[in-house]
């Protein structure tokens, strides 16, 4: 006999595990705990032969702040954040469950042989209790070894180099392009001093064009040639950084660094393919002198933990991106913790924040720095004011294309237009013709999500001749997104392209140096088509209109990072759909992971 439990992560057909005893059948019974989180729970204390319920509760309690993105659980503030994602449900009455005494618990977790302390050895239980917060040993040791890293580095300084020749050397880095704000000027000269630089700000504040500046700094006041790294956790983000940097060093007299073609940080540390680990390590470090991270908020703490072991003690770290934007899908808010961290402690760790608007979009600009802030009402006052930037269409329940006028006329001139160029063989054009708009939605799957509105948008280009009847899923128009890295095409995960006719048939063109790529359809396997991709998805890329759908309030994913994150990935506007109670929602929810890593220590 099971018990239902439709929690967040749940499938409809999970069911509380016969073996589980209170309080663990309580917890999962309302749905708070996952199948999952109670059979890793129980597995885990089985083989250290723990007993006590109250260990069994904190083990599978944070195994659920996992699956939510956290990298531990927070013992002080559980009660209240499962309290709050019960009321949060659409139920006639919240549940009562039997919390421990907090007391009571942390004996208990101190006695058992299935948790250690800080200062126990490595690997000797499953579960480590630092403070209130309470680990799976593989995340406790990742977060140290992070922080032992930057702790190490810090105390190794690269040659000094006299104040005036520093500025000199930045200051000629901007004589051409931009002119330097305090701040970028800043950055230019801290790489040259500090092993780890944080470079940090929102769309529009100049970031790439201040990374080309602050390598053309560290190589103008070097002895010798520099060698640099360029990489980002998707392929479609690495793609774009290397193009801004090359472009901005052109820009800059030299001499300029060795910068090699821009990866992903997986192919960076040489992965071997899943579950079999990494090349790269202390053994056999990451060669490069400079090592360029950007995109950074997209980055897991398990995965920086590799990149960290992985670099040469004498090379320089930046690490770029936006600390407001949506974390990893994975554990951990690498970014914005370690940018709290140095904002407390600047003595591990050089952060420099840009704020200066070097291409501001009026509304969206205005509406993003509402958003940023987390003014609820200035946001929905420009949101509501119908600017032709930013529009509002406000629905009642999950909304329909033919009830979005806005997103439906879009569509349908895309579709158009994709079809023309297609048919008539000309793949820049059908590029530039898809980079136009993109659907944004937070869910994969549901009315919500990107299936839903891919689908409509399929029946759109039927219903308009754009998709001719009789075809197979290949047709002139189809506009694909790469969802797994094919090095041997030369095609990264996030990776855009659009099916065209040529002469020799239908082929695919995908972006390439100095004009499209062309390859044949038949040997693309991980491919979708990109009629509405999720927000994370679209991290990294810029669209000239940009559509959001709001999920319902009751919707975990429902927070200011997922919003504000939205909403940047526009060049010239944005339109939000969804009720203006889920928006108020978001922007009044700033995504919450519990960590210790931004803890000054």
Same mark, same amino acid.
């Given at each position: ?97 039997? %919390?421990?005494?907090?007391?009571? %618990? ?367 899923? %290949? ?46 359809? %038949? ?79």
């Amino acid at each position: 006999m099971t018990t239902p439990a439709n929690g967040v992560g749940n499938r409809p057909d999970d069911a509380v595990p016969v073996s589980s005893r209170p309080p663990l059948r309580d917890f999962a019974a309302t749905g708070v705990l996952s199948f999952a989180a109670v059979h890793v729970a129980q597995t885990v204390c089985r083989l250290v032969l723990e007993p006590d319920p109250l260990v069994h509760l904190a083990a599978a309690l944070t195994v659920r702040a996992l699956e939510s993105g956290s990298v531990c659980l927070d013992l002080d503030t559980v009660r209240d954040e499962v309290g709050a994602w019960l009321a949060d449900r659409e139920a006639e009455s919240t549940p009562e469950l039997p %919390w421990p005494d907090g007391d009571a %618990w942390r004996t208990a977790l101190l006695a058992s042989r299935a948790v250690a302390e800080p200062g126990a050895p490595l690997n000797g239980a499953p579960l480590r209790l630092d403070g209130s917060l309470l680990y799976l040993e593989r995340y406790w040791c990742d977060e140290t070894a992070v922080r032992e890293h930057l702790r190490r580095r810090a105390h190794h300084r690269h040659d000094q180099v006299d104040a005036a020749t520093l500025r000199a050397a930045a200051t000629a880095t901007f004589s051409t392009g931009v002119s330097p704000d305090d701040r970028q000027l800043e950055a230019a000269m801290r790489v040259v001093s500090e092993p780890t630089t944080i470079l940090a700000g929102g769309p529009g504040t100049g970031k790439t064009a201040t990374v080309a500046r602050m390598l053309a700094t560290v190589q103008a006041v070097s002895t010798r040639p520099l060698t640099v790294a360029l990489a980002a956790p998707s392929g479609k983000a690495a793609a774009r950084l290397e193009q801004s940097v090359r472009d901005e060093l052109t820009r800059i007299p030299g001499p300029h660094p060795l910068v090699d073609p821009a990866t992903t940080v997986h192919r960076l540390l040489g992965a071997r393919g899943e579950l079999r680990g990494f090349s790269r390590g202390t053994t056999d470090p990451i060669p490069h002198d400079v090592v360029v991270i950007d995109e950074m908020s997209m980055m897991a703490l398990p995965l920086m933990a590799r990149l960290m072991a992985s670099l040469r003690d004498d090379a320089r770290l930046v690490l770029v991106g936006d600390p407001m934007q949506l974390t990893s899908v994975e554990a951990g808010s690498v970014l914005a913790d370690l940018a709290a961290a140095a904002r407390s402690d600047s003595t591990q760790t050089s952060l420099v924040e840009l704020t200066n608007n070097w291409r501001s979009l009026g509304a969206v600009a205005d509406l993003a720095g509402a958003i940023r802030r987390g003014d609820a009402g200035t946001a929905l006052r420009i949101a509501t004011a119908q600017h032709p930037e930013v529009v509002f269409v406000e629905t009642d329940g999950a909304p329909r294309l033919d009830e979005v006028a806005p997103v439906r006329d879009l569509a349908a001139a895309m579709l158009h237009d994709l079809a023309a160029a297609a048919l008539g063989g000309d793949a820049q054009a059908a590029l530039a013709v898809l980079e136009r708009q993109r659907l944004l939605c937070a869910h994969r799957h549901g009315p919500y999500g990107v299936g839903w509105w891919s689908r409509q948008i399929d029946q759109l280009a039927r219903d308009l001749g754009t998709r001719p009847a009789g075809h197979d899923e %290949w047709y002139p128009g189809r506009g694909v997104l790469v969802t797994a890295n094919a090095e041997e095409l030369g095609l990264r995960n996030g990776d855009t392209g659009v099916t065209v006719s040529t002469p020799r048939g239908l082929r695919v063109a995908f972006h390439g140096e100095t004009e499209p790529r062309l390859v044949p359809p %038949w040997v693309l396997d991980d491919v979708e088509s990109v009629h509405a991709m999720t927000v994370h998805k679209a991290q990294g890329s810029q669209f000239g209109t940009v559509a959001v759908v709001l999920p319902p309030v009751q919707s975990p994913l429902l927070t200011r990072e997922l919003v504000y994150t939205a909403i940047t990935r526009t060049i010239d506007r944005v339109i939000i759909i969804g009720s203006t109670e889920s928006l108020l929602t978001a922007i009044s929810s700033p995504s919450a992971r519990a960590s210790g890593l931004a803890r000054s220590r």
